[in-house]
């Protein structure tokens, strides 16, 4: 499952999206409301949805090939990216690699991982209100380091995907995500009665830790391993669209799939990054608060331009302006020290 939002404009995928809204619910300290996006529409993608239709669409083309073997080994070669795999040998003029795995032990870094577990659920009677999710609900208890929450997204009046989400240095034990499901659906959305109609768990790696785009002249690293996930948020299926595009275009025009330049700008949004994951691993403020803060007092369409990373700086230090002041600061300058 992926959730994105987008601004005024046709997406590629809008064929597939299962589900979209003008509007979401966000809980969170002493706060509740209902959040009107403004230009954006928030998205919901199944992935079995998005591997059809790209499967579908790619084997349009008599030049691609799928090949599904174990890889061994990726490696820059004068000749060409160099594949080895389990039974076979590749040379291509470019190799894009997405296998390449963070270290997210660095000690100059900050690493946690965010995970999660969802249940699709179906009930008797109608619960659910088909016309606006609840994006983040903080309600849940917060328990230890980094953040909890949960979010739910309704397909109809008895039927929604309920996901429980942290953002921690260590997984949890498969008994307490199911706990935490079963006590939410209680106790805040009320079902007493339901079915389970699928499952999924997932973890997605949330680090500044470096991840050179380039291992060489000819292999070019892609997806998680050539930082394409957004390090404070885990947000990376908009950003893959926009970092590809890139490479297609440069390839296109100058012959080689260069990845976007790291501007001024990509260097200071990463150091924003790099603060919040300082502030959430040292416990400066608490996550709920943080994020309760962000919801409350910017307008919803200015936080997503934010966390798209389409802002200008005077819309960042507004946004940052309403955060708690002590704890980020505090965290910048560490952030800063561990870069120097």
């Known amino acids: 499952t992926w959730c994105f939002w987008e601004k005024d404009r046709q997406s590629p995928f809008d064929s597939i999206v299962h589900r979209q809204w003008n509007q979401v619910y966000f809980h969170g300290t002493n706060f509740s409301s209902a959040l009107e996006l403004g230009p954006y529409s928030y998205k919901w993608l199944r992935g079995i949805d998005f591997y059809t239709f790209i499967k579908t669409d790619l084997a349009k083309n008599p030049n691609i090939t799928f090949v599904q073997e174990r890889i061994e080994?990726?490696?820059?070669?004068?000749?060409?990216?160099?594949?080895?795999?389990?039974?076979?040998?590749?040379?291509?003029?470019?190799?894009?690699?997405?296998?390449?795995?963070?270290?997210?032990?660095?000690?100059?870094?900050h690493n946690l991982l965010q995970h999660f577990k969802g249940w699709e659920i179906e009930t008797d009677v109608p619960i659910f209100d088909p016309n606006c999710p609840i994006m983040m609900d903080y309600r849940v208890e917060q328990r230890g380091l980094g953040v909890r929450f949960m979010y739910v997204l309704p397909e109809s009046p008895t039927r929604a995907m309920v996901e429980y989400t942290i953002f921690s240095d260590k997984l949890l034990p498969t008994t307490e995500y199911d706990a935490?499901?079963?006590?939410?659906?209680?106790?805040?959305?009320?079902?007493?009665?339901?079915?389970?109609?699928?499952?999924e768990f997932g973890v997605i790696p949330m680090t500044d830790e470096?991840?050179?785009?380039?291992?060489?002249?000819?292999?070019?690293?892609?997806?998680?391993?050539?930082?394409?996930?957004?390090?404070?948020?885990?947000?990376?299926f908009q950003r893959t669209q926009r970092f590809t595009r890139e490479l297609v275009k440069n390839l296109v025009t100058?012959?080689?799939?260069?990845?976007?330049?790291?501007?001024?700008?990509?260097?200071?949004?990463?150091?924003?990054?790099?603060?919040?994951l300082n502030v959430l691993l040292k416990s400066r403020a608490s996550g709920k608060e943080v994020f309760t803060a962000l919801?409350?007092?910017?307008?919803?369409?200015?936080?997503?331009?934010?966390l798209d990373e389409d802002t200008t700086l005077m819309d960042d230090l507004k946004i940052m302006s309403t955060v708690p002041l002590g704890a980020f600061t505090a965290g910048l300058f560490d952030a800063l020290r561990k870069k120097i």
């Open 254 to 276: 100058i012959g080689k799939p260069l990845p976007p330049k790291r501007s001024l700008k990509k260097r200071f949004k990463d150091l924003l990054d790099s603060t919040l």
């Open 295 to 306: 919801y409350q007092k910017n307008p919803t369409p200015r936080l997503f331009a934010f």
């Open 73 to 109: 080994r990726v490696k820059d070669t004068p000749n060409g990216g160099f594949i080895i795999t389990e039974h076979n040998q590749y040379l291509g003029g470019y190799v894009f690699d997405s296998t390449y795995s963070l270290k997210l032990n660095l000690p100059d870094c």
């Open 210 to 236: 470096p991840t050179p785009s380039l291992d060489g002249e000819h292999v070019f690293r892609i997806g998680t391993g050539g930082g394409y996930v957004k390090a404070s948020t885990g947000y990376a």
């Open 180 to 199: 935490e499901l079963h006590a939410y659906i209680k106790d805040f959305l009320k079902i007493s009665d339901f079915r389970i109609e699928h499952e």
